[in-house]
Nanobody, 120 residues
Framework: QVQLVESGGGLVQAGGSLRLSCAAS????????MGWYRRPPGKQRELVAS???????NYADSVNGRFTISRDNAKNTVYLQMNSLKPEDTAVYYC??????????????WGQGTQVTVSS
């Protein structure tokens, strides 16, 4: 079994910054891809950013240039640095990891979600 534990959400004024962290633990052989998704109020979950084990990143157009995703492979941890936050960034942010287990199976895992609220 694998657990993803998120931290770093909160309330911030527009223009401010927050940094989210997500640490994976458990039966992990390797983490193929890690990323962040978000669910704005009344909307569907959407991809924010992702990063492969080799460091290739992908961003949603709405956050490109403001958010930076990074990971520490030794710590099985992914980070999301969010700068120049806007009220429309308000959402529950979810960590995602595509994990290969020690027995060879590959599964998707999700964190419990952390609230980010940006006030205008």
């Amino acid at each position: 079994q694998v657990q993803l534990v998120e931290s770093g959400g909160g309330l911030v004024q527009a223009g401010g910054s927050l940094r989210l962290s997500c640490a994976a633990s458990g039966s992990i052989f390797s983490i193929n891809r890690m990323g962040w998704y978000r669910r704005p109020p009344g909307k569907q979950r959407e991809l924010v950013a992702s990063i492969t084990s080799g460091g290739t990143t992908n961003y949603a157009d709405s956050v490109n240039g403001r958010f930076t995703i990074s990971r520490d492979n030794a710590k099985n941890t992914v980070y999301l640095q969010m700068n120049s936050l806007k009220p429309e960034d308000t959402a529950v942010y979810y960590c995602h990891a595509l994990i290969t287990h020690t027995m060879g199976s590959i599964e998707n895992y999700w964190g419990q979600g952390t609230q980010v609220t940006v006030s205008s």
